[in-house]
């Protein structure tokens, strides 16, 4: 390195001294109203939901014109996601809800469950509070995901995906 480069750098380093690092945002650290592009479209982001019961783990509530879907990403597997589709269930008791399901032919176990609080921004099924969740997943890696919260059951429809499948567009 010429004397030049070494004069221009230290000159560099004092011009920037002072100002914030940058740091590249990850999937992790999005916002309401960031914009993530996933399967070729673009989805807003219109709800976060975080869960200290499980921490790293955080579910996106996403929109594309009419589609609603959510995002759930798990920090202790950063290069995989699980995209998810509300559908109507039928469990009315959460005594009720089973170790495994047949769900349109395929046969969905148990992978994990659990409890604990959770807090919501924006729009998303679940508010700031106490919710259980139990997740299934088919040989295929097909997900069925189930939540109880303040009475209320929500169920979902979900397949397992890459990271790199979502990008971050603006926010």
């Not at 759930?72 to 950063?78: C, F, Y």
């Not at 109880?148 to 790199?164: N, P, T, V």
Request: charged content about 30%; cysteine-free; proline content about 4%.
């Amino acid at each position: 390195m010429s004397l030049f480069d070494r004069m221009r750098r230290i000159f560099e380093s004092e011009t920037n001294a002072g100002k914030p690092v940058l740091r590249e945002r990850t999937l992790f650290d999005l916002d309401v109203n960031d914009i993530v592009s996933l399967d070729l479209e673009d989805w807003v982001i219109e709800g976060k939901v975080s869960y200290h019961s499980l921490p790293g783990w955080v579910m996106y509530w996403l929109k594309s014109g009419r589609q609603r879907q959510g995002l759930l990403l798990d920090r202790s597997v950063p290069d995989k996601a699980v995209v998810i589709t509300p559908f109507a269930g039928r469990t009315d008791n959460v005594n009720e809800v089973k170790t495994e399901y047949i769900l349109d032919g395929k046969h969905f176990f148990l992978d994990y469950n659990g409890e604990g609080t959770v807090d919501a921004l924006g729009l998303t099924p679940i508010r700031t509070g106490p919710v259980m969740y139990w997740q299934f997943e088919t040989d295929q890696r097909e997900i069925y995901r189930i939540e109880w919260q303040e009475g209320r059951f929500f169920h979902y429809d979900g397949r397992w995906i890459d990271a790199f499948e979502v990008s971050i567009v603006a926010g």
